[in-house]
């Protein structure tokens, strides 16, 4: 009876060390869940924001301003084929001018297959074209895309430069879209068709952030919102705050009617951490660098972006020799890359020039 009251006690004893050493690894992995969301797939880095659990946002009642975004017919039913395995789906836009053959579409699309380790996204990428016949050719060369029509009698076919009446328009366009991606669970990656992959851009994003948005001139200070963000590339995660954050920033063109998305979001990014406690990250340009700030660092780049830069013919010639420039450097060995042999961008000079920028 002694004995078989020692084994119970050492049964006691040991039930007690197990939950004791289990539940700090419980609470560790809650915490982990509540910032990685749903985990890390194969493709890419997911993350959650606090109070949801990291788990995407259930679609809400849409009020009247908002139900112009529950109109994209088809839109819930293409996302599935597109998105990949943790819901993100890449988004650009397009119209007749940028694809074009040999313009922008097919620079960009190209990128992808020349990057490292970057053709596996390319099928994840859904073009969302403005017009008819930007409609037409992406089906030509690209198994997603679709047709966002517009019902306003405005002209987005041809290459609209910054700040017009169309391009206003066009730019305006992609949050409505974006914000019924979200509602629909889906996370989302917009990047400009004036973009070139270079390597994986997931893994830079920061875990806790809710937005990541690139930079025009990157300043590492404490308060990264003092850097002026470019909406050209940006990744949201579908949760509750996310959505409420996109309907913000598109309410607020109501009060800068005559501003970008861009100029715009650069206004109100404050307010979105203050009103809506959004985690907003301001990526490095050493990382996703553009034609305003590149670093000659071939080692760490990810994407590069012809921006300051006017007109789509400088753009496409620019971003030409951005991809001749990689090719030249992916052709060398490994020792050759750490020894630095060719790591050197080509100047853009044309688009420079446009701004008034020497050589």
Known sequence: MGFGGGKELMGSHLASFLLGAALPTAFLFFLASDRLGEGLSSISTTW??????????????????DQEVAGFAGLAELLPRVAMEDRTVILTLANEA????????DIYRESFRNGEGTERFLDHVLVIAIDAGGFH?????????YHLEVTK???LSSANRYMTKEFLELVWLKLSFQQRILELGYNFLFTDADILWFRNPF???SVYAD??????????????????????????????????????????KARFPDG???GVFNKIKHELVSKHQGRIEALETAYFSGFCEFHN????VCTMHANCCIGLANKVLDLRDKAADWRNYTALTLEERKKGVFNKWTPPARCWKTIGWNV
């Open 211 to 252: 937005m990541s948005l690139s930079t025009d001139y990157f300043r590492d200070t404490f308060t990264p919102l003092n850097n002026e963000l470019n909406t050209g590339f940006y990744y949201m995660k579908s949760t509750n705050r996310s959505i409420e954050m996109i309907k913000y920033w598109r309410a607020a």
């Open 137 to 145: 050719r992406c089906k030509a060369v690209h198994p997603h895309c």
């Open 297 to 300: 660092d071939l080692n760490k």
């Open 153 to 155: 009698p405005t002209n």
């Open 98 to 105: 940028w694809t074009q053959p040999g313009s922008l579409l």
């Open 48 to 65: 959650g924001s606090s109070g949801t659990r990291g788990h995407p946002a259930a679609p809400p009642a849409l009020d009247a301003r």
């Open 260 to 262: 970008s998305e861009q």
């Open 203 to 205: 893994r830079h994003f």
